[in-house]
């Protein structure tokens, strides 16, 4: 009775798994994804105020939300005249990176490894270069800033430009880490496009 029991259960899972995509499960889940990464755009400011305050944003910028990345949370603007993306990663309450870090360049001794835990898993850094440092000015905070240079394996462009940002926020009470990354093309490279976005963002 053991295994003819162990058999029906697994012929009620299949026959719940075809149901699923038969009366449109996945169309429904795949929907509900949908709306949660690409939300309206007066929804996406009302809901993500703990990254800052995009009401004055450019509609050039495409707002987006991804889920937990290797368990950060991060919100996504694309540019979209040109594709170029800008990515906020919200750190928590994590001290491995601050804004102090990079007021006192502290940060030349840390990207290494907070490059290595936010790329994706198939990209890979060679011939990390730090550029400059430098702040962007938003409406009412300085956000500083660095510009590096790197060779990227399995990706289509090879030689890239990027810019490694930090702010912090509080939310009820509780602050955290904002890191803002745009990697892009070196041949591409348009530092007035990220500058463009963090200017109009009240935090």
Request: glycine share 6%.
């Amino acid at each position: 009775m053991g295994c003819l029991g162990s058999l029906v259960k697994k012929i009620i899972i299949l026959a719940l798994i075809i149901a699923f995509f038969v009366f449109g499960g996945w169309a429904f889940v795949r929907e509900k994804i949908n709306n949660y990464k690409n939300p309206p755009r007066e929804e996406f400011i009302k809901a993500e105020t703990d990254y800052g305050d995009f009401s004055s944003v450019s509609g050039d910028y495409q707002l987006t939300r991804s889920f937990n990345f290797f368990g950060y949370k991060k919100i996504n603007a694309k540019y979209l005249p040109t594709g170029q993306k800008i990515t906020i990663f919200n750190l928590k309450n994590e001290d491995k990176i601050s804004v102090k870090d990079f007021e006192t360049n502290e940060i030349d001794n840390k990207i290494t490894d907070i490059l290595d835990k936010l790329k994706d898993s198939f990209i890979t850094f060679e011939n990390f270069k730090i550029i400059s440092h430098g702040t962007f000015n938003a409406k009412n905070k300085n956000i500083p800033y660095i510009v590096f240079s790197a060779n990227v394996k399995n990706v289509p462009f090879k030689n890239i430009i990027g810019i490694i940002g930090a702010y912090s926020t509080k939310n009820n009470q509780n602050s955290s880490t904002k890191l803002i990354l745009s990697i892009v093309d070196k041949k591409a490279y348009n530092p007035s496009i990220t500058k463009g976005f963090i200017s109009a963002i009240k935090f």
